[in-house]
């Protein structure tokens, strides 16, 4: 048996925080108490006036094809992440060969090092003693979709949907947490609600949940995203997520209460920082243009009056975003551009790119697209950003769980990858927002209890000693929108399993992390 102690600290949990020590024995902790004794041969951490947490969720994760590399872990731990629940936004590298989540998600995702083939359990099996945290995933729609019937519109025949309602069946029988729908990518975004009623009830069967890039752009539109969202849970029973919720935070109260009160209750995961990213393809180009694996793009532009159409249809997009409008080009940052030729336009304004390059930021967004295969991702500054007195509501309500969306891709990456749990710590467990025990449960427990993670989320006797040591006077998020991979500080020492895998806030290279099945 191995034994770690954490000694002189104080444990943050239900109740609040008291001073206590935790004695771990194996995977388990074993003991939580004031003047534990040191166990022979058991390591030791002086905790000193730092505060013992569960391990964070990352309830919104893209680290799981890049989990294997020591950056993104450090990254992760230096958070006091534990545990990232992956297969996002409908897309994923299983089922199936994981050349469609390669090919359009390659720029959010990566490539799964390790995964050439197989289900959703043969995904799993390629994290268990690999990695220093815990990954579980979901069962992602749209690649299912893609698998049964390709990425092109209409919907989906009988013998189709029996043949995807197969695919989701046996995805959670092998441990998928849920379901996962991204409703504005391609082909996610062809699923009408009777094809996800369809899915659903198999989640539903199986006590998974139901988790939605809902369809429409967020924002002032999120009503209707919600109310789709609310129509599967009355119609199957399932129990429903709504991924990075950002929109008015009085709409989105109001609308999630009237929600409930109409039998539809639901959870959600968001992250403390105003800018969105994502796809360029998925911002700008209708859906027939943003198939991915395509030369779509190029032969719709290869002369022209054609290049002249496809700019209308750009603009007309662009305008007509709640989130975007009149100074799009200035709100767009590029963040992943892979094409050699493009590289260098990392980090700038499409408007910025377009002065350096004498060229024009729709023009030259096409160009970029084609050049990197559409492979490219950008940051979105809002309009009107919402401060932390403003989001704190929404942060306070019950069902919120942090997720981070993060995206490790890439020389300029969204800050929200590098600092979302530190920055919620930061800003969020203060006097007059949310006490330490709150923190704890938004970051941890109740992710843990709607994703069935087992005996994780909570610092008690006999839970998963999947630990954090968090230092209140100097956590904090360093990565900004212009310094964007700058490691979080404050956390130094993090446990996963019983085992030591961040200590004085360097990798022990230790790799106790599991491939996560969903409990129970």
């Given at each position: 048996m191995t034994s770690v102690l954490l000694r002189g600290g104080s444990v943050v949990d239900d109740d609040g925080v008291r001073l206590a020590d935790v004695l771990v024995e194996d995977d388990r902790i074993a003991?939580?108490?004031?003047?534990?004794?040191?166990?022979?041969?058991?390591?030791?951490?002086?905790?000193?006036?730092?505060?013992?947490?569960?391990?964070?969720v990352d309830a919104h994760s893209h680290a799981g094809a890049?989990?294997?590399?020591?950056?993104?872990?450090?990254?992760?731990?230096?958070?006091?992440?534990?545990?990232?629940?992956?297969?996002?936004?409908?897309?994923?590298?299983?089922?199936?060969?994981?050349?469609?989540?390669?090919t359009?998600?390659?720029?959010?995702?990566?490539?799964?090092?390790?995964?050439?083939?197989?289900?959703?359990?043969?995904?799993?099996?390629?994290y268990d003693g690999t990695t220093p945290l815990n990954v579980a995933t979901h069962v992602p729609a749209g690649t299912v979709r893609h698998v049964v019937r390709g990425d092109g519109p209409g919907s989906a025949a009988p013998d189709e949907l029996r043949a995807m309602r197969t695919l989701v069946r046996n995805g959670l029988d092998e441990g998928a947490v849920g379901l996962s729908t991204g409703l504005d990518y391609v082909p996610g975004l062809y699923a009408d609600t009777a094809e996800l009623a369809a899915l659903c009830i198999e989640v539903a069967d199986a006590d998974g949940l139901y988790v939605s890039h809902m369809r429409g752009g967020y924002e002032a539109n999120a009503r209707a995203g919600l109310e789709e969202i609310a129509a599967l849970v009355r119609a199957t029973g399932v129990r429903a997520h709504v991924s990075h919720l950002h929109a008015p935070v009085d709409l989105a109260l109001a609308v999630l209460d009237d929600l409930e009160r109409s039998g539809a209750p639901m959870s959600f995961d968001a992250y403390p920082y105003s800018r969105g990213c994502t796809i360029l393809s998925m911002l700008l180009l209708p859906a027939e243009l943003a198939r991915p694996g395509t030369d779509d793009l190029a032969a719709a532009i290869a002369d022209p009056e054609g290049r002249a159409r496809?700019?209308?249809?750009?603009?007309?997009?662009?305008?007509?975003?709640?989130?975007?409008?009149?100074?799009?080009?200035?709100?767009?940052?590029?963040?992943?551009?892979?094409?050699p030729a493009f590289h260098a336009l990392q980090g700038r304004t499409?408007?910025?790119?377009?002065?350096?390059?004498?060229?024009?930021?729709?023009?030259?967004a096409l160009d970029v697209l084609v050049a990197s295969s559409s492979q490219v991702t950008v940051v979105m500054r809002v309009p009107s950003p919402r401060t932390a007195d403003e989001l704190a509501p929404l942060f306070r309500r019950p069902g919120?769980?942090?997720?981070?969306?993060?995206?490790?891709?890439?020389?300029h990456p969204h800050p929200r990858a590098y600092g979302t749990f530190a920055r919620y710590l930061e800003e969020y467990a203060v006097?007059?927002?949310l006490s330490w025990a709150e923190a704890a449960r938004h970051l941890a427990t109740t992710a843990a209890e709607r994703y069935r993670l087992g005996d994780?989320?909570?610092?008690?006797?006999?839970?998963?000693?999947?630990?954090?040591?968090?230092?209140?006077?100097?956590v904090a998020a360093r990565s900004t929108y212009a310094l964007p991979m700058l490691l979080a500080e404050g956390i130094d020492d993090v446990l996963v399993a019983g085992v030591p895998v961040l200590t004085d806030g360097a990798l022990t290279q230790a790799t106790p992390g599991q491939g996560l099945r969903r409990a129970g």
């Open positions: 003991r939580i108490g004031p003047g534990i004794p040191v166990p022979p041969g058991a390591a030791v951490v002086d905790c000193g006036e730092r505060l013992v947490l569960p391990g964070f890049l989990v294997f590399e020591p950056e993104v872990q450090l990254a992760l731990l230096r958070q006091g992440v534990t545990t990232i629940v992956t297969g996002q936004d409908g897309v994923g590298p299983a089922p199936g060969d994981g050349v469609h989540a390669s359009s998600f390659g720029a959010i995702d990566g490539e799964h090092p390790h995964h050439d083939g197989g289900g959703i359990g043969d995904l799993l099996a390629t496809v700019r209308v249809r750009v603009l007309e997009r662009v305008l007509g975003r709640a989130d975007l409008g009149a100074g799009w080009a200035d709100q767009v940052t590029l963040s992943h551009v892979p094409a499409l408007t910025e790119a377009a002065d350096v390059t004498a060229s024009d930021p729709v023009d030259l919120h769980t942090a997720g981070s969306d993060g995206i490790f891709v890439g020389t006097p007059g927002r994780r989320g909570t610092v008690a006797v006999g839970s998963v000693a999947d630990l954090v040591v968090v230092d209140p006077a100097r």
